[in-house]
Antibody, heavy 120, light 110 residues
């Protein structure tokens, strides 16, 4: 059973870059059997898909965030990461990492989520 | 990639059945039978209840079922129980490894 855990700073100032890491255990980030994704949820609001990466490095992003988002894989540490540049208060949210079984098209295992607040 | 449209709230009495709709377009819900549904209790992590339109993950109660007609997917909860009170989100594959979530529905058990 895959387990995922997000980590990173919980407080940022406007215009800074958000950087989060998701550590995967119980399986290999290099497995051909999974995609890896990031999803966020502003306080009191709904879920928003941010983007997805395959072990090969292929990335897929929400068009509304594409200009500011980078997702990468670190196979040596069994982690994948999210970078979101030029943050504003609108980026305040709980950020979740999740796994997507290859060819199953759904988010199966989720991390516990980490709250990132953007405030001056 | 506009969010899929869900009713803000749905309610029902214990034992009743309720249905939550999820309306997209011919580019997502209508094109692919790849809608998943997630249950989220307050302060908790979302949990998949249905995937690929109508499949239930191991351990998910058979009181939960999914279907689709045209550009609208639906989640039906039969035999409503107090523990079903939660927020529910649909999510559709939209091609090219793109996903879009619904706006979310709060289910209240009266």
């Amino acid at each position: 059973q895959l387990q995922l855990q997000e980590s990173g700073p919980g407080l940022l100032k406007p215009s800074e870059t958000l950087s989060l890491t998701c550590t995967v255990s119980g399986g290999s980030i290099s497995s051909i059997n999974y995609y890896w994704g990031w999803i966020r949820q502003p306080p009191g609001k709904g879920l928003e898909w941010i983007g997805t990466i395959y072990y090969s490095g292929s990335t897929y992003y929400n068009s509304s965030l594409r200009s500011r988002v980078t997702i990468s894989v670190d196979t040596s540490n069994n982690q994948f990461s999210l970078r979101l540049s030029s943050v504003t208060a609108a980026d305040t949210a709980v950020y979740y990492c999740a796994s997507l079984p290859f060819a199953d098209y759904y988010f199966k295992s989720w991390g516990q989520g980490t709250l990132v607040t953007v405030s001056s | 990639q506009s969010a899929l449209t869900q009713p803000a709230s749905v309610s029902g009495s214990p034992g009743q059945s309720i249905t939550i709709s999820c309306t997209g377009t011919s580019s997502d819900v209508g094109r692919y039978n790849l809608v998943s549904w997630y249950q989220q209790h307050p302060g908790k992590v979302p949990k998949v209840m249905i995937y690929e339109g109508s499949k239930r993950p191991s351990g998910t109660s058979n009181r939960f079922s999914g279907s689709k007609s045209g550009n609208t997917a639906s989640l039906t909860i039969s035999g409503l129980q107090a523990e079903d009170e939660a927020d529910y989100y649909c999510c559709s594959y939209a091609g090219d490894s793109i996903y879009v979530f619904g706006s979310g529905t709060k289910v209240t058990v009266l």
